[in-house]
């Protein structure tokens, strides 16, 4: 099994930053793709940046240039930067995670989740 725990969310005025943090246990060895998403209430979750299976990065247009993802490999963390943030950017964030499984599936992991909320 693998447990995701987020941090780092808030509130915060726009243009203001945050740091997401999203720490990984338990069969860490068996990911191989994380990524951050987010869900507005009345809307459906969307992807916000992660990193694929082979390293790269890929982004939402809506967040490319504010946003910068990053792990840290020894603390099996990854983390989301979020600056010049905007009030269109208020919702729920999640973490995910994606882990070999048997039979060569996939298996999807999720954090609870920390909001983040940018109002003035």
């Known amino acids: 099994q693998v447990q995701l725990v987020e941090s780092g969310g808030g509130l915060v005025q726009p243009g203001g930053s945050l740091r997401l943090s999203c720490a990984a246990s338990g069969n860490v060895l068996s990911l191989y793709a994380m990524g951050w998403y987010r869900q507005a209430p009345g809307k459906q979750r969307e992807l916000v940046a992660g990193?694929?299976?082979?390293?790269?990065?890929n982004y939402a247009d809506s967040v490319k240039g504010r946003f910068t993802i990053s792990k840290d490999k020894a603390k099996n963390t990854v983390y989301l930067q979020m600056n010049s943030l905007k009030p269109e950017d208020t919702a729920l964030y999640y973490c995910?995670?994606?882990?070999?499984?048997?039979?060569?599936?996939?298996?999807?992991?999720w954090g609870q989740g920390t909001q983040v909320t940018v109002s003035s």
């Open positions: 995910n995670a994606l882990g070999a499984a048997v039979g060569g599936t996939s298996v999807s992991h």
């Open positions: 990193f694929t299976g082979d390293g790269s990065t």
